[in-house]
């Protein structure tokens, strides 16, 4: 089972909305090393039950999406494993590093590009290594794609386009650097993503030459024809309510809703103590000084005092290393988080709206089961999705308290360190 | 050092009140008293103690005291007093004389003054001073009777004032310098202090919102609650605990003020040298000056010029017995003059040498604090980051717990 221990859960993109394009692609991209994961789509489609793991697991939430609680352990830990496999590095087959951010002038405008190195050992890729520039722009096509293809699953955060309130300035380093790692996560959470890696236009942004892009950019569905749809969906949702919205989501929501708010909390106050480090370590610069000016008067006490100015040194530095360590780590990821709260909610709202045609839909013609199968499928891979990205989310979580923690800890050792060799003094 | 007050008595102010009463101006104000407690060392047989004395004294009573101990000593670097207004503070602080901290800390100030004073070997001796420890009633009056207020130099008072001294002593201008050098440094270190302790407040309790905001957050949480809500309680414990430690930052910042104001004091002798100085050398300019003006009377030339020799060469010459006259006078007040500079330069040698070895006890007096301030400040800070390691430990096992 370890081999097939690869093989994605929810097996293949949704096609259910758009003409299929992907579905398509994606199907035949796959080719002959993903034989056994075509059939277990197909076995899906038929809504069968198979000896395969995942699609038995799959299968036992189709079959209780109303009643589906997320406390129920067996799917959520079964995804877990899933979820686990792909992250470890070992099983890993395709590595992406955005970084050498250049600017480029024209005669209308000035935009930094990113260089985008792929390395893979997948067969659908006919190399194993590309290197492409891409800039902002594209990352925004690329994620309005997997939307809408993928509707119903959490697409991660793209950094914002421009950050009002740090009034930082376009074009300065700091912020580049900023994007530039955050255009790194978002990448590569996608590459993790055992459904959205394997989305073509994903591939296409990975590999194609600048002019290839832009053809195929021209091409695919036209956006007004889904925003027209998106509308009606969002009309017919308000019109009509959403009735029997499964329990577990309406927990989803009222989740979602505190969490927002509260990593939105979270947010604000890392960034308060970011500031209120930041001027105690301006005050602490002024501290250390005088001590030194001061052992200049002295005889006696002056090796006492110097020793003094230099521990206050080390705790400056200190200092330093505590804030570099929050706005690395601490301040990026909750940001992340609070953009993913902000996703997250939309994407319960698409699930409502889909849930919403499929009521309406149920209502207007109640006979076609072939529909009423189509979307009910479609729910089903939402609910896997979301509890996914729950347990997901979850295990980042934890690893990076656990990061921060052990830099606050190097901190505080640090300064006590440097005090205990003034005491011997 | 042996016979000191401090050795043969305890002594404490061991309370303060606040009190109303009239003041001298017949108008009602709010004050407080402080209550001063002494007994006896020496006589403690099988457990008996001495009785303890006891009186209460109010801050300007303090002042007065040190005022009479500074002009009846001038060559002695008399120990200041805590502070009138609450200075250097930071936010959180009051500046309110009746805030019962700012009262407290002044409470243990006035102790330290008063055995200050008890352990100088020659300022203990006082009868004054004794007198204020021990005697209620009717000790203003005492004071007042010394009639130490005619004795103050005005002069010192007025601390800007400068005196072209030709001859100080290299030492007292060093040591000058040096106060000025101490004073303004001491009081730069106090200001920044009062501000990173402010900044450091801050970052502390703002952690006390994550305790909040996790609590919060614990509540919708299923595995990660019951890490998060313990994390959070430790970051309440976090956010609590700077109290402590800047109350304690607080004694220390007292130790040091004593120190600045000490420096006042220290510049207070060498002003007083200073003035001596320059009346010796008034002293000493008037007298040739005088010599001067008897010699040209007595050979009747005129070496400078002067209003006298204009005159006589204008209205012509005096009597022979005018003359004499002015000579016999001069000679008389050359004499005085004399005597007089013979006093004032032993007077200035006695004065240098007092004063230079109360300086030389007080240098080891301040070097001894300081080093022990220093440490102590050292030694907090380490209990400071060994919390803090404590609390991060603590909360970094409920994360990972999460």
Known sequence: ?425 | MEDCLAKKMEITVSEAEKRTGRNAMNIQETYTAYLIETRAVESQTEGQCAPVESLWRRYSEFELLRNYLSVTYPHIVVPPLPEKRADFVWHKLSADNMDPDFVERRRIGLENFLLRVASHPVLCQDKIFYAFLMQEGGWKEMVNETGFQLKADSRLKALNATFRVKNPDKRFTELKHYSDELQSVISHLLRVRARVADRLYGVYKVHGNYGRVFSEWSAIEKEMGDGLQSAGHHMDVYAASIDDILEEEEHYADQLKEYLFYAEALRAVCRKHELMQYDLEMAAQDLTSKKQQCEELATGTVRTFSLKGMTSKLFGQETPEQREAKIKVLEEQIREGEEQLKSKNLEGRDFVKSAWADIERFKEQKNHDLKEALISYAVMQISMCKKGIQVWTNAKECFSKM
Request: proline content about 4%.
């Open chain 1, 1 to 425: 089972m370890e081999a097939e221990g690869r093989v994605q859960g929810p097996p293949l993109p949704a096609g259910g909305e758009g003409p299929g394009v992907d579905w398509h692609l994606a199907a035949g991209a796959l080719g002959t090393a993903r034989g056994p994961l075509l059939a277990a789509a197909e076995v899906l489609a038929l809504d069968d039950e198979e000896d395969d793991l995942e699609v038995f697991s799959k299968d036992a939430s189709l079959a209780e999406v109303n009643s589906f609680s997320p406390s129920v352990p067996i799917s959520p830990s079964s995804m877990i494993n899933q979820y686990k496999f792909e992250d470890g590095p070992e099983l890993r087959d395709l590595f992406i590093t955005v970084d050498d951010p250049e600017s480029h002038i024209t005669a209308i405008e000035t935009f930094i590009t990113y260089r985008v190195v792929t390395k893979t050992t997948r067969g659908e890729f006919d190399s194993s290594e590309y290197e492409v520039r891409r800039r902002y722009q594209d990352f925004l096509w690329l994620k309005s794609r997997l939307e809408e293809a993928h509707p119903t699953l959490i697409i991660p955060p793209l950094p914002e386009k421009f950050i009002m309130k740090g009034m930082v300035e376009r074009f300065s380093d700091e912020f580049i650097e900023t994007r530039r790692k955050a255009l790194h996560k978002f990448l590569n959470r996608i590459a993790d993503h055992p459904t959205l890696t394997f989305n073509e236009d994903f591939k296409i942004f990975l590999t194609a030459q600048a002019w290839e892009l832009s053809s195929h950019k021209k091409q695919g569905p036209g956006l007004l024809s889904r925003m027209g749809q998106t509308v009606r969906a969002v009309a017919s949702s308000v019109r009509g309510g959403v009735r029997n919205r499964p329990e577990m989501f309406t927990e989803m929501n009222n989740y979602m809703e505190t969490f927002s708010q509260k990593i939105n909390l979270l947010d604000k106050i890392a960034h308060r103590i970011y500031k209120e480090e930041r001027d105690y370590f301006n005050e602490m610069k002024e501290y250390g000084p005088i001590h030194t000016l001061w052992s200049a008067s002295e005889e006696d006490v002056a090796d006492s005092l110097k020793g003094i100015a230099s521990c206050i040194e080390h705790c400056c530095r200190a200092t330093e290393k505590r804030m570099a360590g929050l706005s690395e780590h601490l301040l990026p990821i909750l940001h992340e988080y609070v953009l993913y709260s902000e996703i997250l909610m939309g994407v319960l709202k698409r699930r409502d709206q889909i849930q919403g045609e499929l009521d309406s839909k149920v209502d207007a013609l109640a006979n076609k089961k072939t529909e009423k199968d189509l979307f009910s499928e479609e729910i089903g891979k939402l609910e896997d999705k979301v509890e996914r990205a729950n347990n997901a989310l979850k295990a980042d979580w934890d690893r990076w308290k656990q990061n921060m923690q052990w830099d606050m800890r190097s901190t505080f050792t640090n300064v006590a360190e440097n005090n205990l060799h003034y005491y011997e003094e």
